[in-house]
């Protein structure tokens, strides 16, 4: 947990709680704008939820986060030994928008985060998981069209 999140009051212990690991960061700065923006991972039933949090100013709370699931049945992948750290793909800085891509190897892929900004202050994240393998593969036809047919009778 970031030092400025708090535990809800209302929040009952005897529910399922997710585990929530912060990745150490090389420099998150380089990959956006602020060094208390986070990242965290916890593990969960089939793999992993990537959080990003984004945090505006020195003092304030967080602004904005966003969410995936990295697929890791088996949870091979350990994030303590691999290292993980966000790689810039792109950056694009015009009058009145800032907007930044980045990537970070996960097991069978790669998280991707899209960060915009208005200079009005308008913020949006984007997290999104992307396969290295494609995902059906000997599905498509020489001709690109999907070859999966729906049986005329469950079996």
Known sequence: MHPTD???ATENTS??????HLLQMRDA?????TKRDTTQVAAVEGGWLFRFRHYDGSQSAMSTQDLTFVPDPEHRWSPEQTNPHWERLGSAV???YNDRTARMAVPGGWVYLSAFATRGGNLTLSLVFGPAERLCVGMMNEAGNDTRRIPEKPK
Do not use: F, K, N, V
């Open 6 to 8: 708090t535990t809800e």
């Open 15 to 20: 529910e399922p709680r997710l585990d929530w």
């Open 29 to 33: 700065s380089d990959i956006w704008c």
């Open 94 to 96: 015009a009058m009145g």
